[in-house]
């Protein structure tokens, strides 16, 4: 059972509670003073640095030097080497029109245009200002060498560190998350898990179908939360760990909301990436403080999503050191279930896809005490999951729930979810009051077979796609073991041009060699009509090779449907390496072997279809021209235009099995 479209959480703030590790209370204050005192100290070099910077490179104004009024002034004014001047108070700045070298102490010289002076008290102002005019000096108001303003100066030596630090804390604010202030420096280790409290969690059991054995697992995982002094009177203890595990959309995390539901206690969510950050440490701190947070909150529930991502099996990373931020994490979260008190209700539940890969001291007793798989629903579970999905849809009356689950095979709760919700926006495009059956089908279609695409064939290639579809269908319909055609098309949908569409009647708990070669006799269908009717072949049979050439070789290297290899394991499972187990490296005479095997179990399909299509030639021609006429047919359409009987055994209960669908 797959998770329900997510609703919005109402999430509380919780205090900072009080703790040791340096994440809070009074336990975390020497920290919060060092990262202060740190924090005051890189500002402080910040302002020192640049300060320095502008003094040296980009002084304010350049320093004059200092002459006496007589004889140098005096003598530079008859000399009409002095161009302007300034006076303020009997002070007087001016520049030279060429540079003077004057000594300034000892025997130093210096080497200047502008130049600064004393007027003694006694000196004769009407003589002086009659000289200066004589000379042609500039006498200014303004003083001539005043440089920067005090504002422009603050803003040039301190605008750029002033701009550092706002980025600075910004940045700290964005990554320690919420809080401000200095304060949010120190909460990198704080866990981010979603707390959702247990009045809050409105998912329950009513709202999880399909899944009945894991749901029963788990309720009384539910009764040890809701009374753990049953158990610990007799010298039980409570499960630290359970582990969900299945394919993606089964529902685990669905499961894990509604056990915390169920119980009505607090629900700590996250994602096992979060815990992973690029500083060696920050992972273990976080699952330090969550571990902290859940237990003070006791009873309660961890949910952790996606636990491969820190649980790898440690002897098959490329990292063995202890350095590793994600062995640091792992090791702390083994340390924590393990120091779980007896009396302490918290129970950790996991999720994952591929629980092969875990850590075995991840998964042994008294970390995950128990396992449970979730795995994809039959034909009643399909049904249920429907009706749940469809609680919230207005349904018209010819809609049947049962039937759409039986057409479904393989699908797990988040398709079904998908397909639901489809419907809907199908039944919404087309304006309809309420979600009919044909909503359904076509949003069945649009999920299995890809949305119809408008390219434009020429007659002569859309009469080739139709009986290259035809001779699918038309060898799924006389093939004994091979599942029933639910739909033909010749409409292009995805990458194809034409589409056959086959489901079986009942879920299949086991795959029989015989339905194997029917599988593969029905691939070979299309392009084997292209031999019979056109005697040449097209690349249109791609994804069919490729197909079928999987099944043969499964049958031979994985499943032992070969006397020349025998029950021998020579291929290697479905995204296993040949270190895993299951398969070891083969030598090159094994696998010629296998390759000849798969040659000859191909070779043999490939005659009796071509012998099948030969023989009800007439078949595959009327199924042709209905084809051509209405370029979809739905299943009795299909058998009566090839005018064969459609032989419907009786339904027994099963387990779900992929859906055969054979692409032209």
Not at 43 to 55: D, K, P, S
Not at 219 to 245: A, C, H, K, M, W
Not at 313 to 323: T, V
Not at 531 to 547: K, L, P, R
């Amino acid at each position: 059972m797959a998770e329900q479209p997510k609703a919005t959480e109402r999430r509380t703030r919780t205090p900072l509670p009080r703790g040791r590790d340096g994440e809070g209370g009074d336990g975390g204050r020497p920290a919060l003073r060092t990262a202060r005192m740190r924090f005051l100290a890189i500002v402080l070099v910040l302002l020192a640095l640049n300060y320095i910077t502008v003094a040296l490179f980009a002084p304010g104004r350049e320093e004059p030097v200092r002459v006496p009024y007589s004889p140098t002034f005096l003598e530079q004014v008859d000399d009409g080497n002095v161009e302007r001047i300034s006076a303020t108070g009997s002070t007087v700045e001016g520049r030279f029109k060429k540079e003077v070298t004057y000594p300034t102490s000892g025997d130093n010289q210096r080497t200047s245009r502008t130049f600064e002076t004393e007027i003694p008290l006694f000196a004769n102002a009407d003589e002086l200002s009659a000289q200066l005019e004589d000379n042609d000096v500039v006498i200014e108001a303004e003083p001539i060498n005043q440089g920067r303003g005090l504002l422009a100066s603050l803003l040039l030596g301190f605008g750029p560190v002033l701009l550092l630090i706002a980025l600075f804390v910004f940045l700290a604010r964005r990554t320690a998350g919420a809080g401000g202030g200095l304060g949010a420096l120190g909460s990198f280790g704080r866990s981010r898990a979603r707390r959702v409290e247990g009045g809050e969690q409105k998912v329950t059991f009513a709202d999880v179908a399909g899944i009945d054995e894991a749901k029963a697992e788990l309720t009384e995982i539910v009764d040890f939360l809701q009374n753990p002094e049953r158990y610990q009177r007799l010298g039980g203890r409570i499960p630290r760990g359970v582990l969900l595990s299945g394919q993606p959309g089964t529902g685990k995390t669905l499961l894990a909301r509604a056990v915390a539901g169920q119980a009505g206690v607090p629900f700590f969510a996250s994602s096992a990436s979060e815990f992973v950050e690029a500083i060696v440490g920050i992972g273990a701190s976080r699952v330090r403080d969550l571990f902290r947070q859940a237990k003070e909150a006791a009873p309660a529930i961890v949910f952790i999503d996606e636990l491969d991502a820190i649980g790898r099996s440690r002897s098959q990373s490329a990292n063995l050191g202890g350095n590793d931020e994600r062995e640091q994490t792992l090791n702390q979260i083994l340390t924590e279930m393990d120091g779980f008190e007896s009396n302490i209700a918290v129970i950790v539940l996991g999720a994952t896809n591929r629980p092969e890969i875990l850590d075995p001291a991840l998964l042994r007793p008294g970390r995950f005490d128990r396992r449970v798989a979730v795995t994809a629903p039959d034909k009643n579970g399909r049904a249920q999951i429907l009706r749940v999905h469809t609680r919230s849809l207005p349904l018209a009356g010819d809609v049947d729930l049962d039937r759409l689950a039986a057409t479904t095979p393989g699908m797990v709760g988040a398709d079904l979810a998908n397909l639901a919700n489809e419907a809907a926006l199908t039944a919404a495009r087309r304006n309809h009051e309420r979600v009919t059956m044909a909503d359904f089908t076509d949003a069945l279609e649009k999920i299995v077979l890809g949305a119809p695409r408008g390219t434009m064939l020429s007659e002569a290639d859309r009469r080739r796609v139709a009986y290259h579809e035809a001779g699918h269908a038309l060898v799924g319909m006389l093939t004994p073991d091979a599942d029933p055609v639910r739909k033909v098309s010749i409409i292009p949908r995805g990458q194809a041009l034409g589409v056959t569409f086959a489901a079986p009647d009942l879920d299949r708990p086991n795959y029989e060699e015989a339905w194997l070669v029917a599988r593969i006799k029905v691939a070979l269908g299309g392009r084997v009509a292209e031999e019979v009717v056109y005697g040449t072949i097209t690349t249109g049979a791609e994804s069919d090779i490729q197909q079928l050439t999987e099944i043969a070789r499964g049958m031979v290297g994985r499943w032992g449907m070969s006397d020349a290899i025998g029950p021998v394991a020579v291929l290697p499972r479905d995204g296993s390496g040949p270190l895993l187990p299951g398969a070891a490296p083969t030598s090159d005479i094994t696998q010629r072997l296998v390759d000849e095997e798969v040659h000859r179990i191909v070779s043999e399909a490939h005659a009796a279809v071509h012998r099948l299509l030969t023989e009800h030639r007439w078949r595959l021609e009327a199924l042709t021209e209905a084809l051509l006429g209405d370029e979809t047919l739905d299943e009795d359409e299909a058998y009566a235009a090839a005018q064969v009987v459609r032989q419907r055994p009786e339904e027994v209960p099963g387990v779900a099995a992929p859906s055969a669908l054979e692409r032209g």
